[in-house]
């Protein structure tokens, strides 16, 4: 029996597997590889969203502006996407009320951003209370990049499709301006794809590529975020004053509960470093004590009803009692 009838069995018999193989189309696989394999970044936010399932306390409110598209290439809806999944993970975590990137308008009408289009923080203390905010998230994507590995055999093709990406962000603390984290970290995503005879291994333009490398570095920022907002006490404001009725911009769904006391503080001036002219904080005198009478109230059931005694006024700061 010669190599070529050799080579024409085997062609035969692979085509009779071809079935139970798939058929001719490819067989895919993707998997997250990056350095929260060596970090445990990803480990580490899985279990601290198991530990937050049961989280009763107050939530901060987060307003996330649309990431810009700084990549060389302008990938197609990289910042939308960006965007939409922090929101996502971030949301998981039980511990913010997320403010969509379409309801940020706002604050972006009255160009609280510097010339990188990250949040100024120089001018987001007066952006706070247009949709009574604790903080805001801005970011770019800087970096975007697709990379291509293969290998050919006779009748079997492997190739493996790599996408990586670069997010710049930054978290400004709306109630004092003050910028409390700015970093970047970068994501990667593999997926590998193989195909029979030739056919179905051409590779083009895949949203799952992208997305990959997005949610990777983006779950990494999510970790960095709660870490440093966890430090954080929880505010809020007052949202109107009829006479001896006080509302406040929080309720039940933002941890507020019914017989809460809550401090309430006027701010004041601006607190600036003599060194470096950075605003570092803000003047706050304490007013008196309220307290949460209902919880439900408003369109989204975000609202809470509060009486005290003292002079209070829109705009009023009030924090959680021992917390």
């Known amino acids: 029996m010669n190599k070529r009838l050799l080579s024409l069995i085997a062609l035969i018999a692979l085509a009779v597997a071809l079935p139970t193989l798939g058929g001719c189309g490819p067989s895919t696989s993707g998997a997250v590889k990056d350095d929260t394999t060596l970090s445990g970044a990803g480990d580490e936010l899985d279990k601290k969203l198991a530990d937050v399932s049961d989280y009763r306390g107050p939530k901060m409110r987060i307003g996330i502006v649309k990431f810009l598209n700084k990549t060389p290439s302008k990938t197609f809806g990289i910042g939308e996407s960006a965007t ?25 009408g009255q160009q609280a951003f510097n010339a990188s289009g990250m949040v100024n923080p120089a001018t987001a203390a007066k952006m706070g209370s247009v949709l009574g905010l604790n903080a805001v998230i801005s970011g770019a994507i800087t970096a975007y990049s697709e990379a291509e ?27 004092t301006g003050v910028q409390i984290l700015a970093d970047s970290g970068a994501g990667i995503y593999e997926k590998g794809t193989s195909a029979v005879l030739g056919m179905g291994s051409k590779t083009s333009y895949d949203t799952q590529l992208r997305d990959g490398a997005l949610r990777d570095a983006l779950t990494k920022a999510t970790l960095n975020i709660v870490k440093r907002m966890e430090k954080r006490k929880w ?15 929080a309720g039940a769904k933002s941890g507020i509960n019914v017989g809460d006391k809550l401090q309430v503080y006027r701010p004041g001036d601006d607190i600036i470093d ?16 309220i307290s949460i009478l209902q919880n439900d109230l408003g369109d989204s059931g975000d609202l809470s009803l509060a009486r005290g005694s003292g002079q209070y006024k829109n705009g009023d700061i009030v924090k959680m009692t021992g917390k």
Do not use: C, H
């Not at 505010?235 to 911009?249: D, E, M, W």
């Open 84 to 108: 939409d999944m922090l929101g996502t993970i971030l949301g998981k975590t039980n511990r913010f009320i997320i403010v969509a990137s379409q309801d940020m308008d706002a604050i972006a």
């Open 149 to 175: 590995e293969g290998k050919d055999y006779a009748v079997f093709q492997s190739k493996k499709q790599i996408a990586r990406v670069t997010v710049d962000y930054r978290v400004v603390d709306l109630e």
């Open 235 to 249: 505010s809020g404001r007052i949202a109107s004053v009829k006479g001896s009725q006080i509302y406040v911009n």
């Open 274 to 289: 003599p060194v470096t002219k950075v605003k570092i904080g803000t003047e706050e005198s304490f007013i008196g004590e």
